[in-house]
């Protein structure tokens, strides 16, 4: 019943290292979103893409980037790690059809050190 | 962006009803009011969404007022596998190929009590 898979569970990184996060979903849906949480801070939006090869930059893009190479992935990347990219990261998909719920995976607690 | 608003936290005796509180009262009139609740550590999970009518699953029912400026979440029969904090969400349009993200806000943490 495993909708959005989220590559790594726990991570663990050193400053510098260039980090990739990987997000599947078997839904067939357009729309692909990776979220950061942190404490006092709820979720924000990191970057999204509508379509494959598509990317739109959401509210904190800074030191971020993204691949859709294949529309059931989409990846995160952390070209140089820094410890104040320490969170969890959070994969979603969604339809683009109004009225339709998004589905979450089970998020991925990165540590950088 | 619309913007909701929830308490911080809540309490509810297990067993009992519990009724989350949301207000929106930016939301603009096609936009559909989410919820989903996030359990320590996992990612959040689905429970219900509507536009204007009522609405009720498996898990919830959710009640908008008439001018949908607010809602509220019920949980029927409360278990302390209920305890979570519950987002209360508008899906807002990004750019122009119809995108949606979900704006998050800061979510009641509700406690079910034995």
């Known amino acids: 019943d495993v909708k959005v898979t989220q590559s790594s569970r726990y991570l663990v990184k050193r400053t510098g290292e260039k980090v990739f996060l990987e997000c599947v979903q078997d839904m067939d849906h357009e729309n692909m979103f990776w979220y950061r949480q942190d404490p006092g801070l709820g979720l924000r939006l990191i970057y999204f893409s509508y379509d494959v090869k598509m990317k739109e930059k959401g509210d904190i893009p800074e030191g971020y980037s993204v691949s859709r190479e294949k529309k059931e992935r989409f990846s995160l990347i952390l070209e140089s790690a820094s410890t104040n990219q320490t969170s969890m990261y959070l994969c979603?998909?969604?339809?683009?059809?109004?009225?339709?719920?998004?589905?979450f995976g089970q998020g991925t607690r990165l540590t950088v050190v | 962006d619309a913007k909701t608003t929830q308490p911080t936290s809540m309490d509810c005796a297990e067993g009992r009803a519990a009724n989350l509180p949301c207000n929106h009262s930016?939301?603009?009139?096609?936009?559909?009011v989410y919820w989903y609740r996030q359990i320590h550590s996992q990612g959040p999970q689905y429970i219900i969404h509507?536009?204007?009518n009522n609405e009720t699953n498996e898990m919830a029912s959710l009640i908008i007022t008439e001018d949908r400026k607010s809602s509220t979440l019920i949980l029927p029969h409360a278990t302390l596998r209920d305890t979570a904090v519950y987002y209360c969400i508008v899906r807002v349009a990004v750019g122009i190929q119809g995108a949606q993200k979900l704006v998050f806000g800061q979510g009641t943490r509700l406690t079910i009590n034995p």
């Open positions: 509507g536009l204007k």
């Open positions: 979603a998909s969604s339809l683009t059809v109004r009225g339709t719920e998004a589905f």
């Open positions: 930016t939301i603009s009139g096609n936009e559909y």
